[in-house]
């Protein structure tokens, strides 16, 4: 549950079982909390979300407030955001929820744990060990026993098929990856999709979207990202292996490529926030969970796609650099690296925020049956359409 230890072990100096995302599965947090609640295992509970919290920030420039769920919070710790108004975390104790702070303060231990059973952590007339018994989060009072459970709408792949298609060619920059990519991707706009859900994007209440994937990754986008389409994105020829050599090349492009591109300029047609469900005209590979690596290989049968919002030239992986290339494509951190923001494997999509005592849906416990079928979870705000 806390991203600042990554100690492998119980109490008892073994490892009981962890479902929180990769790079935390074997926190002594977690550990610590599934040693004491068995029935938890494999649970929602079993995850960073029940001692961390999200929160609400405001765009400096745009002026929009929008939800930014617990693992982009916690993250901001580490990499802040110039354009929110709000304070952001300074520290791991900023990131904690009620339930999360009371287990710190009590020692950080299996004993810390079991001495907080009985009390109502976040104030919602549970106390904690009722509310774990009924696999709801503790440190959350808009999640409670016996409370209704989020409903929204199904859609699969048939049904977003049949829903007006958008293709966009684009840079996919990635942060620490050996190749960036070029590539075209077919799909819906994500305002078109939320509207064949019932969503009205002019509703002043929407504080925006989360997009999930079933590993418990998340992603969170403003309304603007949805209405407006991107800036045109750029396109850089012969930056490939082919072009550089092995030790230099680091850009991987398809093997047809459309029409109108000119080396440094603008490519042709929109730019928008995008679910996709084909590639380079081919369906994606699905997304499955590598065991051994803990990150999901794939990327369909839905990804989103997301423009640079700062449209530039490819760099290299961040794990790739410095290199004797002496070209100056080495990593620069002050580049777009909008690959981060795809989630791969898109199975559920939140409009923000819930309907006032509607429990959240928990995409990590179901969500690879969404996968295999297909399908994609529309909930939360404004969502209508059966």
Known sequence: MFSM??????????????????????DLDVNNFVAVYPETVGTRLDDCQTC?????????????TFFVNACDYCHLINHPSEDF??????GYADSLNPYGAAYSQGGRDQAALRAIAGEDSDGDGANNEEEIADLKYPGDPDSKPG???????ILNMAELKAMNAHEQFLLCNSHKQEFDNYASYQGVKFKDLLAAAGVDLQDAAIQGITVIAPDGYQKDFTKE??????????YYAGRDTATLGTECGYVQYPD????????????????????????????MDPSLLDNTSGKITGEGPYRIIVPQS??????????????????????????????????RGVMAIRVNPLPAG????????????????????????????D
């Open 5 to 26: 230890s990554s100690c492998s072990s119980d109490e008892e100096g073994e490892q009981v079982s962890s479902r929180a995302y990769k790079g935390h599965e074997s």
């Open 52 to 64: 961390h919290r999200g929160g609400l920030f405001t765009d400096e420039v745009g002026g929009e």
């Open 85 to 90: 108004i709000e304070t952001q975390p300074a």
């Open 147 to 153: 409370q209704q459970s989020a409903t929204g709408v």
């Open 225 to 234: 990202d949805i209405e407006s389409a991107f800036p045109a994105s750029l």
């Open 256 to 283: 047809t490529l459309p029409d109108g591109l000119t080396n440094g300029l603008e490519i042709p047609g929109e730019q928008w926030l995008l679910l996709a469900y084909q590639r380079d005209g081919m369906a």
């Open 310 to 343: 700062v449209p530039g030239e490819p760099d290299r992986g961040s794990r790739y650099s410095p290199t004797d290339c002496a070209d100056g494509h080495d990593y620069d951190d002050a580049r777009d690296h909008n690959a981060g923001d795809m989630v």
């Open 358 to 385: 509607t429990e959240d849906f928990d995409a990590k416990y179901g969500g690879w049956t969404f996968v295999s079928n297909e399908e994609v979870f529309i909930y939360g705000h404004g969502v209508t359409a």
